[in-house]
C-alpha cells in the first residue's frame, strides 16, 4: 500500500525537497551558534554577518575550559545527574509499569489515573513545597536533591510507556515461562525484559535529556555556582552591560553535545519504544 507521497516521482520529489527545506530551517539556529562560537570578538559584531567564520578561532573554547573553572564542574553535575536520573526512571518506572500491566490488585485503575492525573499538575506550583522538603533532609545545594526532583518528575509519562510497552507482551508467553520454571521476577527479567528493551531505552533518553536541559529546579535548588549545571551556567554567563557571545555560544554548543550524541547512537531504539504498544 503506497502513501500519497509515493504514488509518483514528482510527490516524491517534493516530500524529499520539503523535508529537506524544513530540516534546515530548523539546524539553522545550531549552525548559527556553532560558527559564533568560532569567530573572533570584532566578527560577531560585523554587519552584515558572516555566515563562516573568518579566521576560526577556538580561543572561546580555551576560555571556558581553561579559564572559567566553573564550567567543568557544571558540566560534571549536568552529566552526573542526569545519569543517575535516567538510570533511577528506568528502574522504578519498569517495575511500576510491569506491575500495572500483568497483575491484578485492589484500585489498579484507580492508582494509575491518579499516577496520570500528576502530569496536569504545573511543576513550578510545587516548587515552594519541594523547598522546604530538600530544606529539612538537608539536601539544599546537593545533586541529589536535582536527582530526586527530576526522578520524581517524570516517572509520570515513564510509567505510562512501559505500562503500554509490557501490555503488548501477550500473557501465555509469560505463563509459560512461569511453567517452565520462573518466577514473577524471572519472567520479568528472562522474558518481559528483553522485549520491552526499546521501551526502556525511549525512558532513559527521555529522562536523561528532561534532566539535562532543565533550568528552573537547578536554579532554585543550588545556591553556590560549583554546584550549578550547565543551563543554569549559560544564564550565569549572560552579562547585565554586555556578553561575550563567543563564550556564550561555545558552552551552549557543548551542551547540546550529549543529547545528540545520545539520540544518534540509539535513535532506532528510540522509534522502536516511542511506538510500543501503539498497535496491540
Not at 108 to 131: A, H
Not at 259 to 267: A, R, Y
Amino acid at each position: 500500500m503506497y502513501t500519497f507521497f509515493e504514488r509518483n516521482s514528482l510527490t516524491r520529489t517534493l516530500y524529499y525537497v520539503l523535508n529537506a527545506g524544513l530540516g534546515l530551517l530548523f539546524l539553522l539556529p545550531f549552525y548559527w551558534t556553532v560558527t559564533t562560537s568560532l569567530k573572533t570578538s570584532p566578527n560577531v559584531r560585523l554587519y552584515p554577518p558572516q555566515l563562516f567564520p573568518n579566521p576560526i578561532t577556538l580561543s572561546s573554547y580555551s576560555a571556558i575550559w581553561i579559564q572559567r573553572e566553573d564550567f567543568p564542574l557544571w558540566y560534571f553535575n549536568s552529566l552526573f545527574v542526569g545519569i543517575f536520573t535516567a538510570i533511577y526512571v528506568v528502574i522504578i518506572s519498569t517495575l511500576a509499569g510491569y506491575g500495572f500491566a500483568k497483575f491484578q490488585f485492589p484500585g489498579r485503575e484507580l492508582l494509575f489515573f491518579s499516577i496520570l492525573i500528576s502530569m496536569m499538575i504545573p511543576g513550578q506550583s510545587l516548587l515552594v513545597s519541594l523547598f522546604e522538603i530538600m530544606k529539612r533532609l538537608n539536601l539544599i545545594n546537593t545533586r541529589m536533591a536535582l536527582i530526586i526532583i527530576y526522578t520524581t518528575g517524570q516517572l509520570a509519562f515513564s510509567i505510562f510507556l512501559t505500562r503500554n510497552a509490557f501490555e503488548a507482551i501477550p500473557n501465555a508467553l509469560l505463563e509459560a515461562a512461569k511453567i517452565d520454571g520462573c518466577g514473577d521476577v524471572g519472567a520479568l527479567y528472562r522474558i518481559a525484559l528483553p522485549l520491552v528493551f526499546p521501551s526502556m531505552a525511549t525512558v532513559a533518553i527521555f529522562a536523561f535529556i528532561g534532566a539535562w536541559n532543565e533550568f528552573i529546579v537547578a536554579l532554585i535548588f543550588t545556591t553556590t555556582d560549583p554546584m550549578k549545571t550547565v543551563p543554569v551556567g549559560l544564564s550565569i554567563l549572560l552579562g547585565v552591560y554586555g556578553t561575550n557571545w563567543q563564550n556564550l555560544t561555545a558552552v551552549a554548543t557543548l551542551a547540546s553535545i550529549p543529547p545528540i550524541v545520545l539520540f544518534l547512537l540509539s535513535q532506532r531504539l528510540f522509534i522502536r519504544g516511542i511506538t510500543s504498544g501503539a498497535i496491540r
